[in-house]
């Protein structure tokens, strides 16, 4: 990449801060505007607002907040919506790797409207709790819905529990040791057998 010249370079500032016209940073990155601190400050990263004009970031906008980053807005929404942060293309990435990330409102909506096969998918992932409390959970499924943990599953109701299905089939199988039960155990098949000793293994190590 060709080094970048300021060939029409201006800037006002003060002591405070200071507007910078058609700058160019360390990493050859032009800025077509600049707006930056200066003094006093006591905080290792900038606090500015730069817009590149070159480089893989060209178009873009760069918010460096070493404090709080605030948007209020709200006081007279247009059609309901106070906020918008939309992507026409690209993913959209929120991080707290340090910290915490709370979402609350009246109502929350996720919406995954991908393609149905390859798309369309919401993942939750925890490596250690997921809790859900709510008067009410109703879980609905167009195709098929699985219950699979390693070790235990509780199923507690006070009240009635209720299954209706066109069949089923209750599969035990206590012990998974070939050597106590190599031909199976309860109503396990020897592939079930071993379906269920891989899982403990998997389980231990």
């Known amino acids: 990449m060709a080094e970048e ?9 003060t002591t405070e801060g200071e507007i910078r016209l058609g700058d160019v940073m360390k990493n050859n990155t032009k800025m077509s505007v600049m707006i930056r601190r200066i003094f006093p400050s006591s905080f290792q990263r900038s606090q500015y607002i730069g817009m590149p004009m070159t480089g893989k970031m060209d178009g873009a906008i ?14 007279k929404p247009v059609d309901g919506v106070a906020f918008v942060a939309y992507a026409e293309n690209g993913d959209m990435i929120l991080g707290a790797p340090q910290g915490r990330i709370r979402i609350f409102a009246q109502d929350i909506d996720l919406i995954a409207s991908g393609n149905g096969t390859s798309t369309g998918w919401i993942n939750i992932q925890s490596n250690s709790t997921i809790q859900m409390n709510s008067p009410n959970i109703n879980l609905e499924a ?11 599953l509780n199923l507690n109701v006070p009240g009635r529990f209720k299954v209706s299905c066109g069949s089923m089939k209750v599969v035990e199988g206590p012990d998974v040791s070939p050597a106590t039960s190599p031909f199976g155990s309860g109503a396990n098949t020897v592939l079930q057998q071993l379906d269920g000793l891989m899982k403990l293994i998997k389980s231990i190590t």
Do not use: V
Request: charged fraction near 20%; include cysteine.
């Open 5 to 13: 010249k300021p060939y029409s370079f201006n800037h006002f500032s």
């Open 62 to 75: 760069i918010n460096s907040a070493p404090s709080t980053y605030q948007i209020l807005c709200g006081e």
């Open 142 to 152: 167009a195709d098929a819905l699985g219950f699979a943990c390693e070790r235990d």
